[in-house]
């Protein structure tokens, strides 16, 4: 199930480490797949993974299930992580987390009726206090969020046919 683009992004990484390393390459793998897959993994595609890398399927289980970074269930095309650490929340996330799920009329773990969008379970930290308030879109980091911004980042989403 892997086409030659995604085997082309693995194998990028693959060569990063040392022979017989490319369980290290686990991570961006996924990512990679996640990505070509409309935002979630499936067991196929996990096990296509293992298969690629040769390694035992478990290893990339363990990966795929430990880190919220990836979805095992079919999620909206777009997600957004909110972070609600105490930096963050000290600078109005809360508000903006409220904000999101009132204009997008849904809560925390779910995806917009149209499945453009998807709002990730709570994100203890995504390690950009300096800029807090902030988010990932599509795992890219916006900070120094405020609702205006927030707006122009749904109205942009809500736009965009991709």
Known sequence: MLNSKI????????????EG???????????????H???YL???????????????????????????????????QHEIAVCTNISCMLR??????????KRLNIKAGQSTIDGKIFLKNEEECLAACTGAPMMM????????????TVDQILNDLEKNND
């Open 37 to 39: 897959n409309r935002g």
């Open 137 to 148: 879109l599509d795992h890219h980091y916006i900070e120094n969020l405020d609702i205006k």
């Open 92 to 101: 109005g996330s809360d508000n903006i987390l409220q904000h999101i799920e």
């Open 42 to 76: 499936t067991t196929e595609l996990m096990n296509d993974v293992a298969d690629y890398l040769d390694i035992p399927k478990i290893q990339v289980f363990e990966v795929a299930t430990f880190y919220s970074m990836f979805q095992t269930k079919p999620v909206g």
């Open 21 to 35: 390393k490319q369980r290290s390459a686990i991570l961006s793998s996924l990512h990679a797949v996640q990505h």
């Open 7 to 18: 085997k082309d992004e693995i194998d990028h990484w693959i060569h990063k480490f040392p």
